[in-house]
């Protein structure tokens, strides 16, 4: 996708050093930022230079390979993929990238080992890359249907972002709306600022944007009484992990707007490569739920008058915050998941004859 109207990647290997769009200066500064070493992967990931569970993975992915070029000893090794693993724990596609590279690993000749994680890790982002672009196919089948019937312009509500700033490229609930976009079809979204790191203001809106697609930013509870009004005429979310049984964990309000779609009859979609699908876990009380620092909450950053990046305190000073990261949705709720194989039921059936397990 474009910035300034150059095609990029989210993240990508030049120079023998990894490269990042550092998402912590958007939308105010655009930086490209190198990752050198296995702790800079594991920072990029902490600190959210880069984000969203595709992503992540990918990130994770290079890290081995940086890890092996500062030191092929099999000890370190093992030792940065726990800490690539432990950076952030919610994001199922973390662990399932370092297990995919370390299982690619396992019978390599060691001077060998760097070029084989460095392919495998390009490999993850070509394959993330197709996959995105099939969801976006696949979910401009509901976007179409929707058109078709209303004959006006679509519009789409979504949380967080899922956009291609969290992906490789295309992204996974953006996909269907660029893809739309490009077919002419008229789409507006409403962008939830998402609070408290504003991913929908800062990022979703800024990429919509770029691409030339009309959007709105509202405040995280807006998105009821727009429901109530018959303002949105379907949800699309992503996802950081999805449990075979179709129970989604995503981004912290992503619960409360599936309830209201629930109430409003407005269908709630979740758009997900397969790499995402946690296909162990059965009971979503056992999905490790990130605390994230409560300065996060309490302070805010913004440009001021003179273009100077500020970061402000908003609450009383002696007041305590909590900063969970992540909520889960009850598959109940989503009308259906959209995946790189096509548009399933969020249910263990569904996903079972989606992916033939």
């Known amino acids: 996708?474009?910035?300034?109207?150059?095609?990029?990647?989210?993240?990508?290997?030049?120079?023998?050093?990894?490269?990042?769009?550092?998402?912590?200066?958007?939308p105010h500064n655009f930086?490209?930022?190198?990752?050198?070493?296995?702790?800079h992967a594991v920072n990029a990931?902490?600190?959210?230079?880069?984000?969203?569970?595709?992503?992540?993975?990918?990130?994770?992915?290079?890290?081995?390979?940086?890890?092996?070029?500062?030191n092929n000893d099999?000890?370190?090794?093992?030792?940065?993929?726990?800490?690539?693993?432990?950076?952030?724990?919610?994001?199922?596609?973390l662990q399932w990238a370092v297990h995919r590279i370390n299982n690619k690993l396992?019978?390599?000749?060691?001077?060998?080992?760097?070029?084989?994680?460095?392919?495998?890790?390009?490999?993850?982002?070509?394959?993330?890359?197709?996959?995105?672009?099939?969801?976006?196919?696949?979910?401009?089948?509901?976007?179409?249907?929707?058109?078709?019937?209303?004959?006006?312009?679509?519009?789409?509500?979504?949380?967080?972002?899922?956009g291609w700033l969290a992906t490789i490229n295309w992204g996974t609930a953006?996909?269907?709306?660029?893809?739309?976009?490009?077919?002419?079809i008229p789409v507006h979204v409403w962008v939830d600022e998402t609070r408290p790191r504003n991913q929908g203001a800062n990022l979703t809106s800024f990429e919509l944007n770029e691409e030339g697609i009309p959007n709105t930013i509202i405040t995280d509870n807006t998105g009821g009484i727009l429901m109530q009004r018959g303002e949105v005429d379907m949800c699309i979310v992503g996802t950081d992990r999805t449990l075979s049984t179709g129970d989604v964990c995503n981004k912290i309000g992503t619960y409360l707007k599936a309830l209201a779609a629930h109430d409003n009859n407005v269908?709630?979609?979740?758009?997900?490569?397969?790499?995402?699908?946690?296909?162990?876990?059965?009971?979503?009380?056992?999905?490790?739920i990130e605390e994230r620092n409560s300065e996060e909450l309490s302070h805010i950053e913004g440009k001021d008058e003179k273009n100077n990046i500020k970061k402000v305190l908003i609450y009383p000073e002696n007041s305590k915050s909590m900063n969970l990261a992540f909520d889960i949705t009850p598959a109940k709720y989503v009308t259906g998941l959209i995946t790189?194989?096509?548009?399933?039921?969020?249910s263990a059936v569904g996903l079972k004859q989606m992916f033939n397990r």
Not at 31 to 39: A, G, M, P, R, S
Not at 277 to 286: G, S
Request: include cysteine; charged fraction near 30%.
């Open 74 to 93: 099999l000890k370190f090794i093992k030792k940065s993929s726990e800490e690539l693993v432990n950076a952030r724990p919610t994001a199922i596609n």
């Open 106 to 162: 396992s019978f390599i000749k060691s001077e060998d080992l760097f070029d084989v994680a460095l392919k495998e890790a390009e490999e993850i982002c070509n394959e993330d890359i197709n996959f995105c672009k099939n969801i976006g196919l696949e979910g401009l089948k509901i976007i179409e249907k929707i058109y078709e019937e209303k004959k006006n312009t679509v519009n789409i509500l979504t949380h967080c972002n899922a």
């Open 267 to 288: 269908p709630f979609y979740v758009a997900l490569p397969s790499s995402t699908i946690d296909w162990e876990t059965k009971d979503y009380n056992k999905i490790p």
């Open 340 to 346: 790189e194989k096509g548009i399933c039921q969020a």
């Open 31 to 39: 930086i490209i930022k190198n990752l050198e070493t296995v702790d």
């Open 1 to 26: 996708m474009r910035i300034l109207g150059k095609e990029y990647r989210t993240i990508w290997y030049e120079n023998d050093v990894v490269k990042i769009i550092d998402q912590t200066k958007l």
């Open 45 to 70: 990931i902490k600190s959210m230079e880069v984000r969203g569970a595709p992503l992540i993975g990918a990130t994770a992915a290079y890290g081995i390979a940086l890890a092996i070029k500062e």
């Open 174 to 184: 953006t996909s269907p709306i660029y893809h739309a976009h490009k077919k002419g």
